[in-house]
């Protein structure tokens, strides 16, 4: 089968995650709350998935857990979210979506207040099982969900909005959570995302209408995708690569920071800069990616290694680790947008059953990210989860190298 050759964008594609045939009765105002409302919730629920990344030290001495025992908080909901993405998808197929949303995302506030009052490391954990439940469902069907709310010429801003979400959680929610963390402690920042996902509740339950199921998926469509569209194949291969690579270092960033002398109130800060920066990647990518999908994702592998190479070799203070955040920032701001376009235009007549497998595979990484590290840093060192890192995300680059040649280097997806 020939390799595959994605180019088209997001914007073009994503259309076809829809269930459902637009409702031209709708009312746009109304609808675009709702889109916000969905928004919110996705941004808390990968909020929660990833807040522990910049409190693992606060965490781990409050509860009595090493560091790397403490990472297990990012590795447990990763691996849960990667097999609740399809089954929850598949097995709520028949029901009211604007029920099973809230209850996913009221779920993640539960859990997320329920780790704020925790007193043993193992309460935590299993409020974070719920919150890998509630990130793999809701993720997966939060994707098609625009079409049903929105006029159908404002669905792909719509849906770049939801999927916005997940960008700001990855860039903003960590640095955001660790300063809160930082100033007010840890159970605060925990209880504070909480009451968000009980916000997007409330206006998911006020705001969105009744969005029956038209169209569902079963198992089998899950491995059909993978079989019938060799670009899916290469994208989940490329997701895995990039995502785990990133998180083998990024998890454990703020011990990476202490031991390079930088103070707690300055690693928030950095936090801080690195979500600016990945917010100006995701735009960056948003406007350059159409017809270059493939050297987009070359260019994001490049620019993550190289910022981890930078990090390991910068010397002490704050100043010096600035510049290699700001361009990790900058490169994993765009891996989100780029990834997601690269499935929706590899199996535009799959859509739903790629993104699943997408968004499994997503979670998945984020878990063996957190693992892989956690063992770098009990066995080895901490520093070592960065040459760790960046060798697993230079794998990418003969992954992606398969696309040369056939057509043009970035044109439509061969299937």
């Known amino acids: ?139 997966s069907i939060a994707g098609g969900i625009a079409l049903r709310l929105v006029p159908e010429r404002h669905v792909a801003r719509a849906t770049a909005v939801i999927f916005g979400g997940v960008e700001a959680a990855s860039v903003l929610g960590v640095p955001l959570g660790t300063l809160t963390g930082d100033l007010l402690g840890w159970r605060v920042a925990f209880a504070a995302v909480g009451l968000l996902g009980l916000v997007s509740l409330a206006g998911m339950a006020v705001l969105m209408p009744r969005v029956e199921p038209q169209q569902t998926i079963t198992f089998a469509a899950l491995p059909a995708a993978l079989r019938s569209h060799a670009g899916v194949r290469v994208g989940i291969a490329m997701t895995f690569l990039v995502i785990t690579g990133h998180f083998t270092a990024y998890t454990f960033v703020r011990p990476i920071l202490q031991g390079d002398g930088v103070d707690d109130a300055m690693i928030s800060t950095l936090l801080l800069v690195f979500g600016v920066a990945g917010l100006c990647g995701n735009f960056i990518a948003g406007a350059l990616i159409t017809g270059r999908l493939r050297r987009a994702v070359v260019a994001i592998a490049l620019v993550l290694a190289a910022a981890m190479v930078l990090l390991a070799s910068s010397g002490d203070g704050a100043v010096p680790p600035a510049a290699p955040l700001v361009l990790w920032g900058l490169g994993y701001g765009a891996v989100p947008v780029t990834f997601q376009s690269w499935i929706l235009d590899a199996a535009p007549d799959a859509a739903e059953a790629a993104s699943s497998l997408y968004v499994s595979m997503f979670n998945l990484s984020i878990a063996l990210g957190a693992l892989v590290g956690g063992l770098a840093v009990d066995t080895l060192s901490t520093g070592s989860t960065l040459a760790v890192g960046a060798g697993l995300v230079l794998l990418t680059l003969p992954v992606i190298g398969c696309t040369r040649g056939g057509r043009s280097r970035d044109a439509a997806p061969s299937r």
């Open 1 to 139: 089968m020939p390799c595959p050759r994605p180019g088209n964008t997001f914007k073009e594609s994503v259309v076809t995650l829809a269930d459902s045939p637009p409702n031209t009765a709708r009312r746009p105002l109304r609808g675009w709350l709702a889109v916000c409302a969905v928004a919110l919730g996705i941004f808390a629920l990968m909020t929660s998935e990833l807040l522990p990344v910049g409190l693992l030290n606060p965490i781990g001495s409050a509860l009595n857990v090493s560091e790397g025992t403490a990472g297990l908080m990012v590795t447990v909901p990763g691996l849960v979210a990667a097999v609740s993405a399809p089954l929850v998808t598949v097995a709520t197929g028949r029901f009211d979506r604007r029920l099973v949303l809230a209850v996913l995302v009221g779920l993640v506030g539960a859990a997320n207040l329920a780790s704020a009052f925790a007193t043993g490391f193992a309460v935590v954990l299993l409020a974070r099982i719920l919150i890998g439940v509630s990130v793999g469902g809701f993720w």
